[in-house]
């Protein structure tokens, strides 16, 4: 299955991009995923500290995916 993944604030910056499409087996869950790109990208270590969004609803570990789900990788805000 394909899916895009979305990238923003300091993960664009980890990852060099802000996009990317990225081919799973099926029934992938979140947790698998977040393991996939840990394995692609050593800077993304503390990928559990993101907060992950499914189609534009944040995600547990458990969510199976779905081909052609759009995921954002959304790392912690601070403010001031």
Do not use: C, R, W
């Not at 992938?28 to 800077?43: E, G, I, P």
């Not at 499914?54 to 779905?66: C, F, I, M, P, S």
């Amino acid at each position: 299955m394909e899916i895009q993944v979305l990238f923003f604030g300091i993960s664009t910056d980890l990852v060099g991009e802000t996009k990317k499409t990225y081919s799973l087996e099926e029934h992938a869950s979140v947790k698998d995923l977040k393991k996939f790109l840990q394995s692609h990208y050593a800077n993304l270590n503390n990928l559990n500290d993101f907060a992950i969004a499914v189609n534009e609803e944040y995600a547990n570990d458990n969510l199976l995916l779905k081909d052609n789900d759009i995921i954002a990788i959304i790392p912690p805000v601070s403010g001031g």
